[in-house]
């Protein structure tokens, strides 16, 4: 198995991705095409380049460096080749700005595992861990298992954030180091993976039923998304398959606008830019709707 994961980023202190004080690896690579992603720069398994353009000071240092010619400067403005661009990080690193990012770096585990280890006090004073996100990151397997086994080597919880649409066997591997799951639970039909989404509903639906016959502790979570599934009637069909299948534990996340400047940032349009974020009323009204089926169950994010 590989010693090497491509991350895109090495959080310290999340406070949003599980219990207690946590560390959060955002694997990069995602086989899903949500519209709404709000970590756009996690998606392609290659890696993206971000410019922030407003923190850019024209020094011309990436422009120096890069050794692609993907930077130039025309009439004072910072233009980016990004077809030009293979990665490599030299303008991230001069940058006095940090207006230039690379999402997507080989890691060694070891390197890893000495940033998770840092705040190992923080984790057992606070019951938390670490958390494995992405992208999807059990589209690396390989490196995921390695890293959640050196963590339960260490006494440290391991959540796994994943949307599911990956062959049940990574879900085998990954639980002799963990059997706890943040499940991403986009729609409730075919149609609406197909159409929304990219999954497959059938693959996804087929692998949160074995996780919860497997007896591991999963938390379902929802994004709410405007004019997708924002409605009563959605939300109960919804609760009404998350019962019948054995789910307990379910969480509702609002939409917002947080990831806006990152599609900027990748040279992208954003489709929900003008969308308005989920307001606390509809929020409540939609959990209403989770109580009334006995879940587990809170607004998060």
């Known amino acids: 198995m590989s010693d090497m994961g491509f991350v895109s980023d090495l959080q310290h202190f999340s406070t949003g991705d599980g219990h207690g004080i946590r560390t959060t690896v955002f694997m990069q690579g995602c086989n899903l095409s949500c519209e709404w992603c709000h970590n756009p720069e996690t998606i392609d398994i290659n890696g993206s380049l971000l410019f922030y353009e407003a923190l850019c000071v024209n020094c011309r240092k990436c422009e120096e460096i890069c050794p692609s010619n993907v930077n130039s400067f025309v009439n004072g ?127 996804i639906l087929e692998n949160l039923k074995g996780l919860i016959a497997k007896s591991c502790d999963v938390v379902v979570r929802i994004p709410i998304i405007p004019g997708h599934n924002d409605t009563v009637e959605y939300m109960k069909k919804t609760a009404e398959i998350l019962k019948n299948i054995g789910a307990e534990k379910v969480q509702l996340l609002p939409f917002h606008r947080l990831g806006t400047a990152k599609y900027k940032a990748l040279g992208k349009e954003y489709f929900y830019a003008e969308t308005k974020p989920v307001s606390q009323e509809k929020s409540n009204e939609l959990l209403s709707v989770l109580e009334s089926y006995d879940f587990v169950c809170k607004i998060d994010g």
């Open 77 to 203: 403005k910072h233009l980016i080749n990004r077809n030009r661009c293979k990665l490599v990080g030299k303008c991230e690193q001069v940058c006095p700005q940090s207006a230039l990012k690379v999402s997507g770096k080989q890691y060694k585990l070891s390197h890893v595992m000495n940033y998770i280890l840092e705040d190992i006090d923080f984790y057992k004073k606070s019951n938390g861990g670490v958390t494995i996100s992405g992208g999807e990151p059990l589209l690396q397997i390989d490196f995921c298992v390695k890293l959640a086994k050196a963590c339960s080597e260490n006494d440290i919880n391991v959540i796994v954030d994943t949307a599911g649409n990956v062959p049940f066997e990574y879900f085998q591997r990954i639980m002799l180091y963990t059997k706890t799951f943040f499940y991403d639970f986009k729609a409730n039909s075919e149609e609406g993976y197909r159409e929304k989404i990219g999954g497959s509903y059938k693959l």
